[in-house]
Each structure stands twice: as C-alpha cells, then as structure tokens.
C-alpha cells in the first residue's frame, strides 16, 4: 500500500525557521509534491522534488532522499500569512495514468 | 490562477437522495480529479480522469461515480448519498502532457448530507 507520514501540528515564532517532515512509503516514486491550504481555501501548490536534493524557491525549499523516502519542507523568516496546513503527496503512476497520494497535513501555527 | 470552477459551492441534501457536482475548466488540461478533504485525514483520491470518457477509482471510490464527456466537464455522482459522505469536495486539474507537475485547485464544494 502507500502511506505518507508527517507531523500534524508544528508551531514556530515570526521571523524564524520551520522544517516540517515527511516520510513516504509507496509501490511506485515519481516525486514529491508540497500544497499550503489556509484555512477555508483550496490547496495551492508549492513546489516539487523528484530528484535528489534541495529545491529552493524563494523563503521556501524543499528537500528529497528517495533512498531514505523522506523530504521536507522549509520555510524560512517565518511570517504570519505562513500560518496554514501544508501537505506533502507523492505522485504515482497506475499504467499511463499519474495521480498524487496526499499526507494527512501539518497544521503550521505562527506566533507573534 | 488557473481557470477551474465548481457548482454547487455549498450543498445540503438528505440521505439517499442523488446529488451531483460539476467541476468545469477552462484551460483544455487532460487531467482531472475529484478529492474529499475530511479533519485528519488530508486530500483523498476519489476518482480521476485522464482524457473524456476516460476515467479511473482512486482510494476513496465506493459510493461515487464520475463521468467525463467533454474536456471541461467533469462530473461526480453520489448516486444515493450517505452521512458518510458529508465532507469538502475538491476538483483538481494538471498538465502532465506539457510536463507540469502541478495541480491546480477549485475552490471547493462543502456538501452535508442529513
């Protein structure tokens, strides 16, 4: 089966750093995917790993190890509107046809 | 942002009544997705499409169908729906074919079911 691991709630201060884990278990890998969704909104998407490495897109990146099936998001000088869930999927393959496995969210809560 | 809607938004119908939700895109993407998001439990998969008339289960499939008749348009059908199926529904699109791994989002139904 496939399962995805990862904290369900994680509270940081402004202006600090936040990782936020996630550790996959699936048949098939072709990437990691990170959403934020605030509260009441829909998911927007973040970034995407399927080598390899760290991506880094602005204040955000995003690491992978697929021998160790693990990732992890980082956000950095933390902000208020940083409060929000953010997810972690893998993108699987089933014959020609790709879909993402969704973690159950890390609720991220930044304090003043 | 992407141009994906969804109708209803909001939805309140009884048990074993049918209800169906509309999800329309306007960026000619070949992928489609219907998810349910539930407290604790993330996004999950409920059935997904790849092309019209082309569709698959995902995780969550029992107690819905899909049906894709034209690239725009994707359908989900709770045939007779259930307490169980209170939840936010979300259609998602993608462009795998132009190499993008990103899925866009609609805005979400929240459908009750009494």
């Known amino acids: 089966g496939q399962s995805l691991e990862q904290p369900s709630e994680v509270t940081a201060v402004e202006g600090a750093i936040v990782q936020i884990n996630c550790t996959y278990q699936?048949?098939?890998?072709?990437?990691l995917s990170w959403y934020q969704q605030h509260d009441g909104g829909a998911p927007t998407f973040l970034s995407y790993?399927?080598?390899?490495g760290l991506e880094e897109t602005g204040r955000f990146s995003s690491f992978l190890s697929r021998s160790d099936s693990y990732g992890y998001l980082l956000l950095q000088e933390l902000q208020m509107k940083d409060s929000a869930s953010y997810f972690c999927?893998?993108?699987?393959?089933?014959?020609?046809?790709?879909?993402?496995?969704f973690g159950s969210g890390t609720r991220l809560l930044v304090r003043p | 942002d992407a141009g994906i809607t969804q109708s209803p938004r909001h939805k309140v119908t009884e048990t074993g009544t049918p209800v169906t939700l509309r999800c329309h895109q306007t960026?000619?993407?070949?992928?489609m997705y219907w998810y349910r998001q539930d407290p604790g439990h993330g996004l999950r998969l409920i059935h997904y499409?790849?092309?019209?008339?082309?569709?698959d289960k995902g995780e969550v499939s029992d107690g819905y169908s899909v049906s894709r008749s034209k690239t725009e348009d994707f359908l989900l059908t709770l045939e007779s729906a259930t307490s169980s199926q209170t939840s936010v529904y979300f259609c998602?699109?993608?462009?795998?074919?132009?190499?993008?791994?990103?899925?866009?989002f609609g805005p979400g139904t929240r459908l009750t079911v009494t």
């Open positions: 998602a699109i993608s462009d795998l074919d132009r190499g993008s791994y990103e899925q866009y």
């Open positions: 699936t048949s098939g890998f072709y990437g």
């Open positions: 790993n399927a080598l390899d």
């Open positions: 999927a893998v993108r699987d393959r089933t014959g020609s046809s790709y879909k993402l496995i």
């Open positions: 960026e000619n993407h070949r992928y």
């Open positions: 499409s790849y092309g019209v008339k082309d569709t």
